[in-house]
């Protein structure tokens, strides 16, 4: 049984520039968004473990004595997260039922759940009961990093319950943050969970949604930057649904059948992203209108690059032409394959023309909303701090 109740949340992120490329170690950029998931996992009936998942309507509930028998051998030890192997994956697939299909990714989040429960309570040998409900308001496969939120919500939740990290009641009404000791601990769980999603994340997703604010990724190395000018972004669900590790895997077979072609645009979008670094910065000091021609380039630049390496879609081409009769540069951000495109406002884009481009792209059947970037990383909620909406849902289960 658990001691007590603990809910947390994670942001989502917006990949400015470098995704795909960083799974293959080039530089990304990327913030935090202010569209953020929740967990809660609270003591459950005695003997058992459910899981709801509304957003991709799953509910599931298991016996005790079944999960106990699916306790790994080896206790590795908490701080050595340890990276899921194929024939625990499929074990876990087995118990849960659940088919081995590349499409259904759903399923992928019950085994990110069984597989980081199971490694997180091993050396104590002791499982809780317990009950969990998650709730987002990302859309779910749609490019935002839900599902690097819903793992670092699930790793926080059940560190703090192992209490692996801190775990102390937050004061009413109020979040809190974890150490950053605390903190790399969560990110390194979550990455194993986003293993388990994506098939071979880079880590900079689960970066963003534990440490939030904007970063550069390179290789599992982590720079915050720390002054960003406020950038205005126009965010595009073009509805397309999409996985991201099909999507992944999709661009790791074009390099391995074409190396001579796909490597150089690989190796060409790694300064994209390190040219708009440098113009962020030059901006954080003085903004000029000529870095947002700048910025505006670059995101025309690396949308031509994401479309040869075969992760772009007719949707996204839409969003592009639609913005660009109105000025706007936009781009595909995340795996891409349909999802979310970015569009970069300047300062000199009149009011009226972002309405009426929101409202063409909401005609084409997309949603469309500017956003607000920068939100802070995974966050320890009392309960009196989360919104009505969101307390109804997750009492609810
Ligand atoms: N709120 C949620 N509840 C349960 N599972 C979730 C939730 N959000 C995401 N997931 C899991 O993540 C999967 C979607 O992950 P995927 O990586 O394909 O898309 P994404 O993370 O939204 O986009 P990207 O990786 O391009 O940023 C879902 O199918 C599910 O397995
Ligand atoms: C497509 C990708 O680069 C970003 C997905 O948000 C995958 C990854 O970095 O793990
Ligand atoms: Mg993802």
């Known amino acids: 049984m658990l001691a007590r109740e603990c ?3 994670a942001p989502g992120k917006v990949i400015l520039h470098g995704e795909h490329a960083v799974v293959h170690g080039k530089v990304a950029l990327a913030v935090s968004l202010n569209l953020r998931t929740y967990l809660r996992i609270q003591p459950g009936a005695a003997g058992r473990v459910s899981i709801n998942m509304p957003n991709i309507d799953t509910f ?9 028998a699916l306790l790994p051998a080896s206790r590795a030890g908490l701080q050595n997260a340890v990276e ?12 849960a039922g659940l088919g081995d299909g590349l499409e259904d990714t759903r399923s992928l989040a019950v085994l990110a759940f069984l597989y980081i429960y199971l490694s997180v ?5 002791e499982l809780p009961s317990l009950t969990m409900a998650v709730w987002s308001e990302l859309p779910t496969g749609a490019g935002l990093g839900s599902s690097a939120a819903f793992s670092v919500c699930l790793s926080a939740a059940l560190l703090a319950s192992r209490g692996a990290i801190a775990c102390s009641a937050v004061e009413a009404g109020q979040t809190a943050r974890w150490s950053d000791e605390d903190l790399e601990l969560i990110n390194k769980w979550a990455f194993q969970g986003e293993k388990i999603i994506h098939g071979n994340p880079s880590g900079v997703d689960n970066a963003v949604g534990t440490w939030g604010g904007a970063l550069r990724y390179l290789s599992g190395k982590i720079k915050p930057l720390s002054s960003t000018p406020v950038l205005r972004i126009l965010l595009t669900n073009t509805r397309v649904p999409r996985s991201t590790k099909v999507l992944v895997a999709g661009v790791r077979d074009k390099i391995t059948k074409f190396p001579a ?7 060409s979008i790694d300064p994209i992203s390190c040219e708009c670094e440098r113009i962020l910065m030059a901006m954080a000091r003085g903004p000029e209108i000529q870095h947002y021609r700048v910025l505006e380039e670059l ?4 949308q031509h690059h994401l479309n040869v390496m075969g992760v772009g879609h007719p949707s996204l081409d839409r969003l592009c032409q639609v913005s660009l009769a109105h000025g706007l540069h936009s781009k595909l ?5 349909g999802g979310c495109g970015i569009t970069l406002l300047t300062p000199d884009t009149d009011s009226s023309v972002v309405e009426r481009s929101i409202q063409e792209l909401k005609d084409c059947g997309y949603d469309c909303w500017e956003t607000s970037i920068g939100a802070p990383g995974v966050l320890h909620h009392s309960p009196s701090s989360l919104t009505e909406d969101v307390l109804k849902i997750l009492n609810s289960y």
């Open 7 to 9: 809910i947390v949340s």
């Open 60 to 68: 599931l509930s298991w016996d005790m004595s079944s999960l106990h």
């Open 84 to 95: 899921p192997d194929a024939a625990v994956v499929l074990k876990l697939r087995e118990y």
């Open 121 to 125: 309570f091993a050396e104590s040998r």
């Open 261 to 267: 072609i796909m490597n150089p645009v690989l190796e």
């Open 299 to 302: 995101i025309d630049i690396n």
């Open 333 to 337: 951000t995340g795996a891409g394959g």
